[in-house]
């Protein structure tokens, strides 16, 4: 079983328009979910669901990078204690931006927890870049 998820896509638009949407907080909610995120090094974040059927999902964790363009932070599940990493990366192809998206760390989880958080983390960031790829439209 891979322990790591990569995501690419290449997006129409201007790489700082893609940063933004990546790093500030109100748009991160208008994609996302709700965030109190802000993209400095030490900065302890929060990303909160709306209650549903399956109740509300809390992710917290702790920015680790946030260079120009190189945003890594620690991604935790709320009710666990496991830490996993995320990180994005983007790069200017001409008019265009290449997306680079990598969770990694999911063998951090045990037994069949890690498999289907696996799933679950990969459907979840395809979802993501579906909800980013709509909002840049």
Not at 30 to 40: H, L, N, P, S, V
């Amino acid at each position: 079983m891979s322990t790591t998820i990569t995501k690419e896509k290449v997006f129409n638009h201007p790489i700082d328009q893609i940063w933004n949407a990546i790093t500030k907080a109100e748009e991160i909610s208008t994609w996302f979910i709700q965030a109190d995120f802000k993209a400095e090094k030490g900065y302890n974040y929060t990303f909160s669901s709306e209650p549903n059927e399956k109740g509300c999902t809390t992710i917290s964790g702790t920015v680790k990078e946030a260079n120009p363009y190189t945003l890594i932070y620690t991604w935790i599940v709320a009710d666990t204690n496991v830490e996993t990493t995320v990180t994005w990366k983007l790069e200017a192809i001409g008019n265009t931006t290449k997306l680079y998206l990598e969770h990694s760390g999911i063998e951090n989880y045990t037994g069949d927890t890690a498999i289907a958080m696996f799933e679950s983390f990969n459907g979840g960031w395809d979802n993501c870049i579906d909800g980013l790829t709509a909002y840049l439209k």
